[in-house]
């Protein structure tokens, strides 16, 4: 029994599916959670803190759209090289690769940014004489998007 749990252990920490996917299910409630808190609450936030709805559109969607560009490009970058080194080192390269929880990570992040400005993105809403601006959720956006930035300089400098 102990030897079969190791070994789907080993099977999901060698995954690219499954830390990616336990990203996109917090990535999922926190999308839910922090438009509820900006509309029970409605905390009033400092001038730097506020944004118009125009504003606040843009502003995820570009981080949505950079998120999957960068990522794209890390990856695919990556993995030439990968395949590069994998020709002269062999093939047990691709394992240590595959196991590198950093990478895992970086993708996680990454993807889980572009999702959370998605999901964040179809809260906004115009109403005349009033306009729905999930503030905190944006500004958790912006937290999410810095993060990738620092995380893509570790992930850069790790390999």
Known sequence: MKTLLLNIWDRL???YW?????FFVVTLLLSIFFPILDREFSLTLPD???IDTLSARTLLSTIAAAMIGVTGTVFSITIVTLSLASQQFGPRLLRTFMEDT???FTLS???STGLYSLLV???IREIPDHTDIPS???LFAIFLALLSVL???VFIHHM
């Not at 499954?18 to 336990?22: I, T, W």
Request: hydrophobic share 60%; glycine share 4%.
């Open 151 to 153: 995380t893509l300089i």
């Open 48 to 50: 730097w803190g506020r």
């Open 13 to 15: 920490r060698s995954s």
């Open 136 to 138: 905190i959720s944006v």
């Open 102 to 104: 950093l990478t895992v």
């Open 121 to 123: 993105l179809r809260v």
């Open 18 to 22: 499954f830390v990616p996917s336990l």
């Open 109 to 111: 992040i990454f993807l």
